[in-house]
């Protein structure tokens, strides 16, 4: 890497070393690494890890992010100069990808979302210059149409970090709306292969002009949520602070170089743009002078359709999980669903919703033809006459929307006595079944303790099957929906 750069004169051999004579060859200079894997491994997490892992080689658009913003495919050179860089290609299952090689700035990002290179400014030449002229002629109201910025960047080519041991650094700032980030992420989905990877905002490490994928600081509660920020440290010492598998920096350094980036931004006003950012400013979501608020949500009503019952909520599917929730909420408040007493929901929380369950023996509560969503008379012969206890209920769009959070270890699955979603189909349950031995089933009447419960999912890890409540067949069974009304 370092010789490429500097073109300097290749490294001597270990043959060269000792005076052995080397041959000439008419062969081009080349790096070729070929990787082969046994057809079965013994260690079953070492086929999933890796499974996982070639995962992201099946979707080209994944591995090229993955290798431009990770590894010295990214390199920063480009960013900060004219140099030339290698040229790199990648061979998947006999496929060859043509993966660019230069770091995947923000600016890239943004293009490929918005098409053209539409209000991008450099702060300090174009973007000031703006500001030093919109001051003086226009009125707050046209400042904020003519301000707007979809990308806002700026290059430092020398900053220092620390005082005892000085890093020697270049970094480039990035702001963009938070909205262009996961639009661009929406790529490395493709077809059933779903990858964790994806672009963030935040404070991020780079070593020499490679990136390395190492986050300092997300801005996931700072006032500069909407900026990206790369710190390239040019000085080798940096490297003694990082282990082997370059997983890892002291959390001295890392403090020391958010403070710094947090005190450029302040000192550069950054906090001033952000209002102008496009969907930047957290104190408004009506970042675009031209919204038109009935027009985006009628283009969401358009994937519903009208279907008549006794609920105010008539257009469906839910397209949200909020929508879940809100449909959850009115059935149990018209006593549809019985036995269910909230207590307190939270959108920030590890979990959605804690709830009383309180269920009394009664004609109208058993289980029957005519109410296929009650209790079996048995539950209460082998539990009391009452079912009472506090219960965690987390809701989701469709089912297969709780693997990622449990995957992640973002939720528990032990934690959960209920689920509550709009639809427990999707296309890899066999795969699911097959790979993890997940399984869903309809719910047992003589087991089921809870009003309202339609299926039950063997989960990896959880003692007991997962109650489900799919509120597309809780419609069926109390109004005779079916997705034919739509």
């Known amino acids: 890497y370092h010789f490429i750069y500097s073109k300097s004169e290749l490294p001597n051999s270990e043959e060269?070393?000792?005076?052995?004579?080397?041959?000439?060859?008419?062969?081009?200079?080349?790096?070729?690494?070929?990787?082969?894997?046994?057809?079965?491994?013994?260690?079953?997490?070492?086929?999933?890890?890796l499974s996982t892992a070639f995962n992201f080689a099946k979707c080209e658009k994944t591995i090229e992010a993955i290798l431009r913003t990770r590894s010295v495919v990214g390199t920063l050179d480009k960013v900060f100069s004219s140099k030339e860089y290698f040229q790199f290609s990648l061979k998947v299952d006999g496929q060859k990808f043509k993966i660019k090689t230069g770091y995947l700035t923000v600016r890239e990002i943004v293009r490929e979302v918005v098409g053209i290179e539409q209000s991008f400014y450099n702060r300090l030449d174009e973007y000031e210059t703006l500001i030093k002229l919109g001051d003086d002629k226009f009125s707050q109201t046209q400042k904020e149409a003519a301000f707007k910025a979809n990308l806002l960047d700026e290059k430092i080519d020398e900053i220092e970090f620390g005082s005892k041991n000085p890093l020697s650094?270049?970094?480039?700032?990035?702001?963009?709306?938070?909205?262009?980030?996961?639009?661009?992420?929406?790529?490395?989905?493709n077809n059933d292969i779903s990858t964790d990877f994806k672009i963030e905002h935040g404070c991020w490490l780079a070593i020499n002009g490679m990136p390395t994928g190492i986050c300092i600081h997300p801005f996931d509660d700072s006032n500069y949520s909407p900026y990206t920020v790369l710190?390239?440290?040019?000085?080798?010492?940096?490297?003694?602070?990082?282990?082997?598998?370059?997983?890892?920096?002291?959390?001295?350094?890392?403090?020391?170089?958010?403070?710094?980036?947090?005190?450029?931004?302040?000192?550069?006003?950054?906090?001033?743009?952000?209002?102008?950012?496009?969907?930047?400013?957290?104190?408004?979501?009506?970042?675009?002078?031209?919204?038109?608020?009935?027009?985006?949500?009628?283009?969401?009503?358009?994937?519903?359709?009208?279907?008549?019952?006794?609920?105010?909520?008539?257009?469906?599917?839910?397209?949200?999980?909020?929508?879940?929730?809100?449909?959850?909420?009115?059935?149990?408040?018209?006593?549809?669903?019985?036995?269910?007493?909230?207590?307190?929901?939270?959108?920030?929380?590890?979990?959605?919703?804690?709830?009383?369950?309180?269920?009394?023996?009664?004609?109208?509560?058993?289980?029957?033809?005519?109410?296929?969503?009650?209790?079996?008379?048995?539950?209460?012969?082998n539990y009391g006459s009452s079912l009472r206890k506090d219960i965690l209920i987390e809701f989701k769009r469709n089912l297969q929307d709780i693997y990622p959070d449990i995957n992640n270890n973002k939720k528990d699955a032990n934690h959960i006595d209920i689920l509550v979603c709009w639809d427990v189909e999707f296309e890899n349950k066999n795969k699911l079944q097959k790979e993890k031995g997940d399984i869903l089933l309809e719910r047992d009447i003589m087991r089921n303790v809870f009003y309202g419960v339609t299926h039950s999912l063997t989960v990896t890890g959880r003692q007991q099957a997962l109650p489900i409540i799919e509120l597309k067949k809780v419609l069926e069974i109390l109004f005779n929906y079916t997705d034919k009304n739509l």
Request: charged share 30%.
């Open 169 to 189: 650094a270049r970094i480039l700032i990035s702001a963009t709306s938070k909205n262009f980030i996961n639009k661009f992420n929406e790529r490395f989905h």
């Open 231 to 381: 710190v390239d440290i040019k000085d080798n010492s940096i490297r003694t602070e990082l282990d082997s598998g370059r997983k890892g920096i002291s959390p001295y350094r890392m403090k020391q170089i958010s403070d710094k980036v947090f005190e450029i931004l302040k000192d550069r006003n950054y906090i001033k743009y952000r209002r102008y950012i496009v969907e930047g400013d957290t104190r408004t979501r009506i970042s675009d002078p031209f919204y038109i608020p009935y027009e985006k949500l009628n283009d969401k009503l358009k994937e519903k359709r009208y279907f008549e019952s006794s609920l105010t909520q008539k257009y469906l599917p839910p397209l949200e999980e909020q929508e879940v929730l809100g449909l959850f909420i009115e059935i149990v408040a018209k006593n549809l669903l019985k036995g269910y007493e909230l207590k307190i929901l939270s959108g920030y929380q590890v979990y959605d919703g804690l709830y009383y369950y309180n269920l009394t023996e009664s004609q109208d509560i058993y289980y029957s033809n005519d109410n296929q969503l009650g209790i079996h008379k048995t539950i209460f012969t």
């Open 16 to 49: 060269e070393e000792i005076d052995q004579k080397s041959q000439s060859t008419s062969e081009e200079s080349q790096t070729k690494i070929t990787v082969k894997f046994p057809n079965y491994f013994p260690n079953e997490v070492v086929e999933e890890t």
